[in-house]
């Protein structure tokens, strides 16, 4: 472009032509491209109901809507052509249609704003991505119960602090990330509900001067309602930050996950076998085979975190209504949605093909002294206060570690001498299977209620299938 030339749609105010380091930074069309699909979509409804309130003839929408088409398609194929001179997708597209159809492709624009464009695009943009999110989502809970189903009789080590505390079921286990995912399909369909309220047809902020039909603009793009206030359509991006906030909380339960996997997969642990397929070697150790897909996706949790945080501070300090700061909302949202899609498909499948040493758990699982809670349940059972009975078995735990005992070994006679309550009975206290079976509150570790957290799971699985089946949605 000439000093000379100006092609921007607002160029009538101005003298010159923008510098080309301001266009450069101005220029959003190189990441929001991908808005294309939408902002035809958008525009194809804009024009239908524009047609219909008298503004543009049929033959004109007619014209209009087979230009998009065409437009629509040179972008499946790669044909279509964008300058940085285009600054966004929106104009990029408007002016490829009065390339293709001349006069009346100028006529689109009548009664909206690019900032009511704009944030119409990004709803559909969040909404088409929480959908999938939703049915990939819904995969690796299916992947979960699949594998919890299976372990329904595997005994392993429950921690805290990172140390071996209370034995549990493994489905007990992966259940427990079952009920964290299940939360995440919860907030995603919370963020499809927040982009259900239609922007477009409010104009730059204040509304328009022409009598749209924007609840007829509404039903067409599946949007609920159009919105109650212009000013607040125009800047509101907190269904974006709903989308990143569910994105960020969904990646951080799919990093705990991936740690936990990365330590069962040590030598130390030696619970599990990540599959060759998601796993690499080194340049230089022959022996290696590294969680790989475990680590990425835990280090791309931080990246997603950061992007709702980058949102929300971006959005902090603008007064309404519009303002270009917006403009970068869509790096946070695009890069999340990319990372969201390779990191949940990537876990559904890793765990579908988990190989759990379901032996070496359960070895892990009677060491440590993990009974050593139930042993003071059992005092407490025989009339000792809590807080002597914890003492008393703490001192047993010692005696043991240095007589190198396990809690069965050790004698009647050596348990009466730290309480003469201690019985035969004792030993009926440290079997695994028996201490599993007393964790019978709900929600606890016995293989019964396990066994109907596993129920519930499915009863929750089949819901969802159902919700991501459903129109509007998928």
């Known amino acids: 472009m000439s000093d000379k030339e100006n092609t921007h749609f607002w160029s009538g105010r101005f003298q010159q032509p923008p510098h080309e380091l301001f266009q450069q930074l101005n220029a959003s069309i190189t990441f929001d491209w991908r808005l294309a699909p939408h902002d035809i979509q958008g525009s194809i409804a804009h024009a239908r109901m524009l047609a219909a309130i008298g503004v543009l003839t049929e033959e004109e929408f007619g014209s209009i809507e087979q230009g998009l088409g065409q437009i629509m398609a040179e972008i ?7 300058q940085l001179t285009d600054e966004d997708i929106h104009t990029a597209v408007e002016k490829r249609l009065i390339e293709i159809i001349g006069d009346a492709g100028k006529k689109l624009h009548t009664g909206r704003s690019r900032n009511d464009q704009v944030a119409t695009d990004l709803a559909l943009y ?22 919890a189903e299976s372990g329904m009789e595997a005994v392993m080590p429950g921690y805290t602090h990172l140390q071996r505390a209370q034995p549990v079921l493994l489905a007990h286990h992966l259940l427990a990330y079952f009920e964290m995912f299940s939360r995440d399909f919860a907030r995603f369909q919370g963020t499809l509900e927040a982009t259900r309220v239609l922007p477009l047809g409010a104009g730059a902020l204040a509304g328009v001067n022409y009598p749209v039909d924007r609840d007829r603009t509404a039903a067409e793009l599946g949007f609920e309602r159009p919105g109650a206030n212009s000013m607040d359509d125009v800047s509101n991006r907190d269904f974006a930050l709903d989308y990143l906030a569910a994105a960020a909380t969904t990646s951080m339960h799919l990093s705990r996950l991936a740690a936990e ?59 309404l209504a519009y303002n270009k700061d917006m403009q970068e909302d869509k790096v946070y949202v695009f890069e999340t949605a990319d990372i969201l899609s390779l990191t949940l498909p990537v ?61 069965e070994d050790v004698t009647l006679a050596e348990l009466q001498e730290r309480s003469p309550r201690f019985d035969e009975s004792y030993y009926t206290v440290v079997d695994l299977e028996a201490a599993l079976s007393r964790k019978a509150s709900y929600g606890g570790t016995a293989p019964a209620r396990v066994g109907e957290q596993l129920e519930s799971a499915r009863r929750k699985l089949e819901a969802m299938r159902r919700a991501v089946a459903e129109p509007g949605v998928s």
């Not at 680590?295 to 971006?314: F, M, P, T, W, Y």
């Not at 003071?376 to 914890?390: E, N, W």
């Open 261 to 319: 996997l990365i330590l069962w997969s040590s030598a130390e642990f030696g619970f599990v076998e990540i599959a060759d397929g998601f796993t690499s070697g080194s340049s230089i150790m022959p022996q290696k085979k590294n969680a790989d897909a475990c680590e990425l996706i835990r280090a791309k949790a931080a990246r997603v975190a950061a992007n709702h945080q980058g949102l929300s501070s971006l959005m902090a300090g603008l007064p």
């Open 126 to 147: 969040v909404r088409d991505q929480a959908a999938q999110h939703l049915a990939a989502l819904a995969a690796l809970l299916e992947a979960l119960a699949g594998q």
């Open 347 to 407: 876990m559904a499948e890793m765990l579908a093909t988990l190989k759990f040493d379901q032996e070496r758990m359960r070895a892990a699982a009677t060491e440590g002294f993990a009974l050593a809670t139930d042993v003071a349940d059992y005092l407490v059972g025989k009339g000792v206060p809590f807080r002597d009975s914890h003492r008393i078995v703490g001192e047993l735990v010692r005696y043991c570690m240095d007589e190198d005992k396990l809690l």
């Open 76 to 82: 499946a194929q790669g044909g279509f052509a964008f």
